[in-house]
């Protein structure tokens, strides 16, 4: 089956940085388009970023943009998330998830669009 296993994070001080990584395995991972999610306490879970299975197109939440960058290797099956310039509200369980279908061109910021969910790391950011 299915698996995605997230690692990479931990508490860091504002300003500072995190790379969360995405391992997959159970189906072709260069056949899929992958995101990321979080979850704030008391939040509903909302889109982060995504790249598309072809790795040509990024898409990033508007509240990211210009501080986290996106990025997959197909060979190694995972993904990763490279967080600059922390901000305490970046503090949330951050979760990877593997679209729906297979060579998607469709939507990517709903959690409605996948179908597979990593089990979450912890980021948390101090001000």
């Known amino acids: 089956q299915v698996q995605l296993v997230e690692s990479g994070g931990g508490l860091v001080q504002a300003g500072g940085s995190l790379r969360l990584s995405c391992a997959a395995s159970?189906?072709?991972?260069?056949?899929?388009?992958m995101a990321w999610f979080r979850q704030a306490p008391g939040k509903e879970r909302e889109f982060v970023s995504a790249?598309?299975?072809?790795?040509?197109?990024?898409y990033y939440a508007d509240s990211v943009k210009g501080r986290f960058t996106i990025s997959r290797d197909n060979a190694k099956n995972t993904m990763y998330l490279q967080m600059n310039s922390l901000k305490p509200e970046d503090t949330a369980v951050y979760y990877c998830?593997?679209?729906?279908?297979?060579?998607?061109?469709?939507?990517?910021?709903?959690?409605?669009?996948?179908?597979?969910w990593g089990q979450g790391t912890q980021v948390t950011v101090s001000s």
């Open positions: 998830a593997s679209h729906r279908l297979a060579f998607s061109s469709g939507s990517v910021r709903f959690r409605s669009d996948y179908n597979y």
């Open positions: 790249i598309s299975w072809s790795d040509s197109s990024t």
């Open positions: 159970g189906r072709t991972f260069s056949s899929y388009t």
